[in-house]
Nanobody, 117 residues
Framework: QVQLVESGGGSVRSGGSLRLSCAAS????????MAWYRQAPGERRELVAS???????NYADSVRGRFTISRDADESTMFLQMNNLKPEDTAVYFC???????????WGRGTQVTVSS
């Protein structure tokens, strides 16, 4: 099985920054796509950003220009640099990975991000 462990969450004021990390317990070459999702209380889980093996990225409109997704050189760790944070960014942030040859995706347990005004 694959394990994903998120870290880097915390509490900041509006306008602040945080950097989330997601470490995968699998060799990088088997990871196809990795993504960050978030879920606020009472809301559905939503896609924040994703990154493919070829480095192509995709962002939710609400975070484009403020958040940057990346992967390290061996591609087993993913990051989310979050700048100019807003109170509406408050949520639990989850890491997701699609890993060959598993048919299902894997999820981390999440890390809390709280932004106060």
């Amino acid at each position: 099985q694959v394990q994903l462990v998120e870290s880097g969450g915390g509490s900041v004021r509006s306008g602040g920054s945080l950097r989330l990390s997601c470490a995968a317990s699998v060799n990088a070459f088997v990871i196809n796509v990795m993504a960050w999702y978030r879920q606020a209380p009472g809301e559905r889980r939503e896609l924040v950003a994703s990154i493919q093996r070829d480095g192509s990225t995709n962002y939710a409109d609400s975070v484009r220009g403020r958040f940057t997704i990346s992967r390290d050189a061996d591609e087993s760790t993913m990051f989310l640099q979050m700048n100019n944070l807003k109170p509406e960014d408050t949520a639990v942030y989850f890491c997701k990975a699609a890993v060959v040859p598993y048919p299902d995706v894997f999820w981390g347990r999440g890390t809390q991000v709280t932004v106060s005004s």
